[in-house]
């Protein structure tokens, strides 16, 4: 069950169907997240069903966070997310000595009824709502993201060796003279990959080989985190790392994942690594899999080397001469990978990325435009190619894995895409089962577009959600027949996992996820018996309930992946209103950078953020959306507003809670990005002009990528915000807002 902070909410099916409407009036007894079983009453004029809750199956058990108020002489708590549509009582003796104001969280003692308000009692008080970092303390909660490590789990990690012993080199490949490196952002803390390159020749005639051997040596989180263990139990509960503006959630203990696992420079670290050579025409022509002991030769940063690269005689190249030329070849294959991903019709939607600089006390400080250089599209590529590598190497062993699958449109996105192309006049046809090649085609004739941000959204709008399934269908983004996370097991279980099969079939053995046991007989013995933790034999289970296991690993997966990527996102857009409150008042030119029913999203040029202009904004007259079109046009005038528009607005209300920025149109047809004209009695604050434009989808770029893009918060505003009413729609005069709750 969804609640919504309008009142009512929808019941979510387990079939699928479309969701059924609940009445403020039914979601009275009930709240957000719970199992309800329901009844169909009727339907709207529209044709969706509405519902009646007839059982409540299971009352949400997780921690509800909000901030502790007094009014009247009662006690309550008002939830921090507002679809929780209800205010909690709290007794005067469960209070928890939290003062009036702090964030806490409760959990019930009482569930609501159609007469009475949920009671609960406070377990932890959180503190003030202005605290540093206090935005991520609610978000880990609000979105039940594991922040702390069982005590079983920071044991084991304690017990652990602070370096490789030599028993832990056993029947591994030593490396450490090749220099490999590691290349990364400034700021990275963990070093999980670790790359090196060499031109080769091979062989005379027909059979000679000239292109590159290209090694990436991922580190072997495997050896030290085995199935079972605490330390694998929280891991797979996390599923994934989970980042925030100078805070990371990690899926493993800072000893691991800074320390034994990291591929620090100069360290002897156990990694497995993927060693292939690379045709002159950018085609893997052979790989192989094996455990390794490397030893990092320098921590570099993408900055530098693509200064290195850049300027081969500069400052930066002269600092790292002796690894010059391997960069060098680095860059030489990349291009090669770069050309064959181009011959794949592979889809690389460009646009602009931002990141978030913050002050001393969490709060923004400014937002930035992330440069994308030479380096870190030869890391991509290089992680790209293992991860194929990874997946085929799975695949040819006929051994279940999670493969990351990535399908294309649906026959319903297709018709809906092609629709809204040639609205446009856009004159290409999309065939009836469409290839990565025809969106990448329309994609690369639009990038000059002013539109081109918009065309790129619903280009990715048109394609299904990448998951982690067993089921390998592919990855239709990056034209691949099979594609796997292999390169990120520090931060990702899926890589992990696929870490423990290649090992498991290096040895000609099979990995069972059931209680994480191999097989101690050959692969090709699917019945024979396991060993359970303790020693104890038990039969393994057969291919369907294997198939099974993986399936809902997989859906856990791309579950928590998902969960990752809605608590980040609400964090960024809580410091995004957050710093837009200091700016309540001021004026700033724009782009348009979506058109709804509703109103228009803009874009500011020198902030990156992004706010609704309300459609009761644009003035006294009729606005009608054209969904082909994707704008808004004014019947009488005749103005539209379109993607790509320029506006000038005011910052005219921020909703913390709401996590929602209003602006009003001051005029559109701006061409130049001018200073933001201060509010009276403020001095103003203006930054470098620039262009804003919609984020680019991590999974389409590069989806195995260690730089997480900042995303918008759209998604969120519309679903809060939802359509408005036919008075609305014609430019009446909104309603009056209010603060409370």
């Known amino acids: 069950m969804l609640g919504h902070r309008d009142g009512h909410g929808f019941v979510r099916r387990d079939d699928n169907e479309p969701d059924i409407y609940l009445s403020p009036q039914e979601m009275r007894s009930v709240l957000h997240r719970d199992r309800v079983r329901v009844r169909v009453v009727r339907l709207d004029r529209k044709g969706r069903p509405e519902g009646h809750v007839l059982d409540i199956v299971e009352r949400r058990k997780s921690p509800i966070i909000g901030r502790l108020l007094h009014e009247n002489g009662a006690w309550l708590v008002a939830p921090e997310d507002r679809r929780y549509g209800q205010d909690i009582l709290i007794p005067k003796n469960a209070t928890a000595n939290a003062a009036v104001g702090q964030v806490v969280a409760i959990e019930l003692t009482e569930p609501p009824s ?141 000893k691991l994942s800074n320390g034994l696992c990291s591929l620090n420079p100069d360290e002897e670290r156990l990694s497995m690594v993927c060693d292939m050579l690379v045709t002159s025409t950018g085609e893997i022509s052979a790989y192989q899999f094996y455990p390794a002991v490397i030893r990092s030769h320098a921590r570099l940063t993408y900055t530098e080397v693509a200064a290195a690269l850049a300027n081969t005689r500069g400052a930066e190249a002269q600092r790292r001469r002796d690894l010059l030329p391997h960069l060098l070849s680095l860059h030489e294959v990349y291009r090669a990978l770069l050309k064959q991903r181009g011959n794949r019709g592979a889809i690389d939607f460009e646009g602009t990325e931002t990141q978030i600089v913050c002050d001393d006390n969490g709060r923004i400080e400014k937002i930035i435009p992330r440069t994308r250089t030479e380096a870190h599209r030869l890391i991509e590529e290089a992680m790209l190619a293992a991860n194929v590598c990874a997946a085929e190497f799975i695949e040819s062993h006929k051994h279940p894995a999670l493969f990351r699958v990535h399908e294309g449109p649906t026959p319903e996105k297709r018709l809906a895409l092609q629709t809204y192309l040639r609205a446009l006049g856009i004159g290409f046809s999309l065939s009836d089962d469409p290839t990565p090649g025809e969106i990448q085609a329309i994609a690369l004739a639009t990038k000059d577009r002013v539109d081109a941000a918009q065309i790129s959204a619903m280009l990715l709008r048109s394609m299904q959600q990448a998951v982690y399934t067993h089921s390998n269908a592919g990855h239709f983004g990056l034209s691949y027949d099979a594609y796997a996370h292999f390169t990120s097991p520090i931060r990702r279980y899926p890589d992990l996992l696929v870490h423990r099969v290649i090992k498991a079939l290096l040895q000609s053995k099979r990995y069972l996820i059931s209680g994480g046991v191999i097989e101690a007989t050959a692969a090709s013995a699917p019945a024979a018996k396991t060993l359970r933790k303790g020693g104890k034999p038990a039969k393994a289970p057969t291919s369907t309930q294997d198939a099974a296991l993986w399936e809902a690993a997989g859906a856990h997966c791309s579950a928590n992946e998902r969960r990752a990527d809605e608590a980040s996102r609400d964090v960024e857009a809580w410091l995004k209103c957050r710093f837009m409150r200091d700016h309540l008042g001021e004026e700033y030119s724009g782009t348009v950078s979506a058109a709804t029913s509703f109103g228009l999203f803009v874009t500011l040029d020198q902030l990156y953020v992004e706010g609704l202009v309300h459609i009761t904004e644009l003035g006294g007259e009729y606005f009608r959306f054209d969904e082909a079109r994707q704008e808004l046009r004014g019947e009488r005038s005749g103005v539209k507003y379109a993607v790509g528009s320029r506006v000038r607005v005011q910052v005219s209300r921020v909703d913390l809670d709401g996590r929602k920025i209003d602006f009003r149109l001051v005029r559109e047809g701006e061409t130049d990005a001018l200073v933001p004209r201060p509010r009276a ?61």
């Open 681 to 741: 009695g403020s001095a103003g604050k203006a930054g470098a002009a620039g262009k804003g434009a919609a984020s680019v989808s991590d999974e389409l770029k590069d989806v195995q990528t260690r730089d997480r893009a900042s995303k918008g918060a759209r998604a969120k505003a519309v679903a809060s915000r939802g359509a408005p009413t036919g008075k609305q729609a014609r430019g009446a005069k909104p309603p009056k807002r209010s603060g409370k709750r």
């Open 114 to 254: 159609m007469y009475s308000q949920p009671v609960g009692r406070i377990t932890e008080v959180l503190g003030e709502i202005d605290d540093p970092g206090m935005e991520i303390e609610i978000a880990v909660r609000k979105y039940e993201v594991p922040h702390r490590f069982a005590p079983e789990t920071l044991a084991q990690t304690a017990a652990l060796p602070d370096h490789v012993r030599p028993v832990d080199k056993r029947h591994r490949i030593d490396l450490t003279d090749v220099p490999l490196v590691t290349i990364d952002g400034e700021d990275a803390r963990d070093f999980d990959d670790a790359v090196y390159c060499e031109p080769l020749k091979q062989g005379r005639g027909k059979t000679a080989f000239e292109g590159w051997r290209l090694i990436v040596a991922i580190a072997d989180v495997s050896h030290y985190v085995k199935p079972g263990d605490p330390v694998d139990e929280d891991a797979y509960e996390r599923a994934t790392s989970v980042y925030f503006p100078r805070r990371v959630i990690p899926m493993l203990p800072e």
